[in-house]
Antibody, heavy 123, light 108 residues
Framework: EVQLVQSGAEVKKPGESLKISCQGSGYSFPNYWIAWVRQMPGKGLEWMGIIYPGDSHTRYSPSFQGQVTMSVDKSASTAYLQWSSLKASDTAMYYCARRQIGPESTVNWFDTWGQGTLVTVSS | SYVLTQPPSVSVAPGQTARITCGGINIGSESVHWYQQKPGQAPILVVY???DRPSGIPERFSGSNSGNTATLTITRVEAGDEADYYCQVWDSNSDQYVFGTGTKVTVL
């Protein structure tokens, strides 16, 4: 069974750093892009960026470029999302999701999602 | 960047049909995917590539896409279908993934 398991909820203060994780299992982790998606309280889904575990190639949404850093540890089948200095406005649920691709490269969607990591930033 | 617009809410009686729209410029030329998110849960994929269903998703869920509107249709609606639904495309022009604004489906 394909699974993405995320790290647990975090409570941090503004200015602190944080790294959350997403571990894949049940498939060849290096061969599938992993996306990160933010959901602020009571709001919709926002795509943050995507990383290819095979070579750590990344693409960021302009809205999140420079605000977060994605990375992977292929040997641990784990993707990471990190902040160097959190703000109260980073309070949200963060999901990782596996990208699946169709017969054409222009057809791609997210077929498996992690359970989410709730990040709360408050003084 | 590409914008996908959904109605904030749709209400439907049990056993009836719910139709959730996703509007975007010439969206009919894109591949559209739909996700269901129940309260307190992660999203799950219910329709991909306009019309296909992942294994385990009931046939009651179907999709269509033409012109400037994609539609997720849920027939014989059940109480368990109450959730938020999001459409999604990959915008090849900007190389970004875009989610719709989301629609809350309420079963009366």
């Amino acid at each position: 069974e394909v699974q993405l398991v995320q790290s647990g909820a975090e409570v941090k203060k503004p200015g602190e750093s944080l790294k959350i994780s997403c571990q894949g299992s049940g498939y060849s982790f290096p061969n599938y892009w992993i996306a990160w998606v933010r959901q602020m309280p009571g709001k919709g889904l926002e795509w943050m960026g995507i990383i290819y575990p095979g070579d750590s190639h990344t693409r960021y949404s302009p809205s999140f470029q420079g605000q977060v850093t994605m990375s992977v540890d292929k040997s641990a089948s784990t993707a990471y999302l990190q902040w160097s200095s959190l703000k109260a406005s980073d309070t949200a649920m963060y999901y990782c999701a596996r990208r699946q691709i169709g017969p054409e490269s222009t057809v791609n969607w997210f077929d498996t999602w992690g359970q989410g990591t709730l990040v709360t930033v408050s003084s | 960047s590409y914008v996908l617009t959904q109605p904030p809410s749709v209400s439907v009686a049990p056993g009836q049909t719910a139709r959730i729209t996703c509007g975007g410029i010439n969206i009919g030329s894109e591949s559209v995917h739909w996700y269901q998110q129940k309260p307190g849960q992660a999203p799950i994929l219910v329709v991909y590539d306009d019309t296909d269903r992942p294994s385990g998703i009931p046939e009651r869920f179907s999709g269509s896409n033409s012109g400037n509107t994609a539609t997720l249709t849920i027939t014989r609606v059940e109480a368990g279908d109450e959730a938020d639904y999001y459409c999604q495309v990959w915008d090849s022009n900007s190389d970004q993934y875009v989610f719709g604004t989301g629609t809350k489906v309420t079963v009366l």
